[in-house]
Nanobody, 121 residues
C-alpha cells in the first residue's frame, strides 16, 4: 500500500488549504481513512477520519466547523479541506489507512509521508 499526501504550504491565518492523499495497493473503498498532524516537538494527533463509504466523518474538537474530510472512492483519494486556518494548525499532516473507522494512530496500518502546513499570524 502506498499513500501520498500533498497540498501543504504556507498560508496566512484565516486562509484555506486543501490537502489530498492518493492511495494505491489495495481496494480503497474497503478501508477507513484518517488525517493526523504532528507539530514540532509534539506527538502525532488525530485530526479527522472518514468511513470506508464516506457516510460517517469524525473530527478532533479544535477543527470542527473549520476542516472537512471527504473521499472519492472512484479516484482512490481522500481530502482535507481546511478553512479559517490558525497558527496552531501548523504541523506536518499525514494521511493514513485503517480497517474500519479509527481515531488512534496505532490503529492505522499504513501511513503516507507527511505534507507541511505552515500558518503565519
Amino acid at each position: 500500500v502506498q499513500l501520498q499526501a500533498y497540498g501543504g504550504g504556507l498560508v496566512q491565518a484565516g486562509g484555506s488549504l486543501r490537502l489530498s492523499c492518493a492511495a494505491s495497493g489495495r481496494t480503497f473503498s474497503n478501508y477507513g481513512m484518517g488525517w493526523f498532524r504532528q507539530a514540532p516537538g509534539k506527538e502525532r494527533n488525530f485530526v479527522a477520519a472518514i468511513s470506508s463509504n464516506g457516510a460517517s466523518t469524525f473530527y478532533e474538537d479544535s477543527v470542527k466547523g473549520r476542516f472537512t474530510i471527504s473521499r472519492d472512492n472512484a479516484k482512490n483519494a481522500v481530502y482535507l479541506q481546511m478553512d479559517n486556518l490558525k497558527p496552531d494548525d501548523t504541523a506536518v499532516y499525514y494521511c493514513a489507512q485503517s480497517y474500519g473507522t479509527r481515531f488512534r494512530a496505532y490503529d492505522y496500518d499504513y501511513w503516507g509521508k507527511g505534507t507541511l502546513v505552515t500558518v503565519s499570524s
